[in-house]
Antibody
């Protein structure tokens, strides 16, 4: 059974940093592209970032480019999102999601975690 | 970035109705489009990928069509469990972009 479990969310002041993690199991993590998607309270879905199986292809939403960094550790079956210079508008539920394929080119997301909540407020 | 315009933003329908939701891309995206269903408090679920391919386990009443800039999600006979919010996603190129969502409510 595929499982994606996010962690690392919480309350943080504007301008500070936070690192999210996603622990994956039930599939061959090293063969899969991975993504972060967020959803602000009461709002729609916003794609945040994606990374291919070998970290050779990476993309970011314009709203987070230069502030957020996606990475992965295939030996630990883990995905990460380093979030710096956080703003109030980054407040959202952050989902980890698995690509249908290897992610060398972007694809759709066939499995999602349950999300971790990030609140940016003073 | 490619803009995805989804319509309508909401609709009211009855069980058994045929429902159609559309997404328009600001530029051609071949057939690189997926459709997701999200229920309150739950993670989204993939319904359709590559514009018209049904994801494993998804009922056949869901179908997708389109190519280039115009895409459609159709629910042939709406069931009680289909009341939810639906989103399209273009996976043609980074940055990926979602449509604004369509909330399907009970009439």
């Amino acid at each position: 059974e595929v499982q994606l479990v996010e962690s690392g969310g919480g309350l943080v002041q504007p301008g500070r940093s936070l690192r999210l993690s996603c622990a994956a199991s039930g599939f061959t993590f090293e063969d899969s592209g991975m993504y972060w998607v967020r959803q602000a309270p009461g709002k729609g879905l916003e794609w945040v970032s994606g990374i291919s199986w070998h970290s050779g292809s990476i993309g970011y939403a314009d709203s987070v480019k230069g502030r957020f960094t996606i990475s992965r550790d295939n030996a630990k079956n883990s995905l990460y999102l380093q979030m710096n210079s956080l703003r109030a508008e980054d407040t959202a539920l952050y989902y980890c999601a698995k690509d249908i394929g290897a992610g060398v080119v972007p694809g759709n997301f066939d499995y999602w975690g349950q999300g971790t909540l990030v609140t940016v407020s003073s | 970035a490619i803009q995805m315009t989804q319509s309508p933003s909401s609709l009211s329908a009855s069980v058994g109705d045929r429902v159609t939701i559309t997404c328009r891309a600001s530029q051609g995206i071949r057939n690189d489009l997926g459709w997701y269903q999200q229920k309150p408090g739950k993670a989204p679920k993939l319904l359709i990928y590559a514009a018209s391919s049904l994801q494993s386990g998804v009922p056949s009443r869901f179908s997708g069509s389109g190519s280039g800039t115009d895409f459609t999600l159709t629910i042939s006979s709406l069931q009680p469990e289909d009341f939810a919010t639906y989103y399209c996603l273009q996976d043609y190129d980074y940055p990926l972009t979602f449509g604004g969502g369509t909330k399907v409510e009970i009439k």
